[in-house]
Structure formats: C-alpha cells, structure tokens
C-alpha cells in the first residue's frame, strides 16, 4: 500500500505538470496548425484536469494522502515544466509525445503494482487510463508532422 501511494503521488504529480505544460502550448501555440492545435491541448487539458481529480479522490477513497501543493508536485515530478514562450507545431508535437510517453509508463507500473496488491479499484481505473493512452497514441502517430519529409519546390 505504501509503495502505491507514492507511485500513485509521482503519477498526480506528472498529471499536474503535463497539464500545466498543455495549457501552456494552448496559450502559446504559433504557426499553420493554430486553431486545431489550440482546440486539441484545450480539450486535453480538460481531460487531464478531469484524471488529477480522479486519481486523487480514488487515493482518498483508499485511505492514502495525495499531493495537493504545485510545490509538491514539481519537486516529485519527472516530466519536466516547459518554459514560457511561443511552440511550433514539432515542438507541441514533441512535448506531447514525451510527456505522454511517461505518463503511459507510469501507469503501466501502477495497474502492474495494483494487479499484484488484488487492489481492483486502482487496477480497472488504470487499464481505463492505458486504453486512453493507446488511443491518444494512435492520434499523434496519425497527424504526426515530418519535417524532414517536406517537398520543395523546384
Ligand atoms: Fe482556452
């Protein structure tokens, strides 16, 4: 149980900084791909703000102490706070990617952890947040932008 309420801590920290950075791309996205990348991290944000209040009332539930300082959450994060300042369309992308990439590791952890302690409630909620990840996967593969694959004109 201890063990889980850390992971489940460093996991809400994550969550934290990643929306905190999304709405910072949302703010200050620049380029082309403007509004579809404004509208998409304003509706991930939603999303991530919807599974920090989740995952923290579940850790409530079960009788664990989550986080609930942004000091605490930057000091046991380990997805990095993005500066202030304009994102480009590869950059959005690759914020995402990263940041999405360790949140799915994470939670890979925890549901593993929580099959292992039968403790069910966590396991399901957590298979639920790894078919999201999938999805968001699949999303970012499919309007993946390569710059190096940009034709020329002669
Ligand atoms: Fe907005």
Same mark, same amino acid.
């Given at each position: 149980?201890?063990?889980?309420?850390?992971?489940?801590?460093? =996991?809400?920290?994550?969550?934290?900084?990643?929306?905190?950075?999304? !709405?910072?791309?949302?703010?200050?996205?620049?380029?082309? =791909?403007?509004?579809?990348?404004?509208?998409?991290?304003?509706?991930? =944000?939603?999303?991530?703000? @919807?599974?920090? &209040?989740?995952?923290?009332?579940?850790?409530?539930? /079960?009788?664990?102490?989550?986080?609930? !300082?942004?000091?605490? +959450?930057?000091?046991?994060?380990?997805?990095?706070?993005?500066?202030? !300042? %304009? =994102?480009?369309? *590869? %950059?959005?992308?690759?914020? +995402?990617?990263?940041?999405? /990439?360790?949140?799915?590791?994470?939670? /890979? #952890?925890?549901?593993?952890?929580?099959?292992?302690?039968?403790? +069910?409630?966590?396991?399901?909620? +957590?298979?639920? *947040?790894?078919? @999201? *990840?999938?999805?968001? $996967?699949?999303?970012? !593969?499919?309007?993946?932008? %390569?710059?190096?694959?940009? #034709? $020329? &004109?002669?």
């Amino acid at each position: 149980m201890a063990n889980l309420n850390k992971e489940l801590n460093n =996991y809400l920290a994550n969550l934290n900084v990643m929306s905190m950075n999304v !709405r910072n791309m949302h703010w200050n996205v620049v380029g082309p =791909y403007f509004t579809a990348l404004h509208l998409a991290t304003g509706k991930i =944000y939603k999303a991530l703000s @919807c599974q920090i &209040d989740e995952v923290a009332e579940m850790m409530k539930m /079960q009788k664990m102490e989550p986080l609930a !300082r942004l000091s605490d +959450f930057v000091d046991a994060a380990t997805i990095e706070e993005l500066e202030a !300042r %304009d =994102y480009n369309e *590869y %950059d959005v992308m690759d914020n +995402f990617a990263a940041g999405g /990439q360790e949140l799915m590791k994470q939670a /890979q #952890e925890i549901r593993d952890q929580a099959n292992d302690d039968d403790n +069910f409630l966590v396991a399901n909620k +957590f298979e639920e *947040y790894l078919c @999201c *990840y999938a999805k968001m $996967e699949w999303m970012l !593969r499919a309007m993946k932008i %390569d710059e190096n694959n940009v #034709e $020329e &004109d002669d």
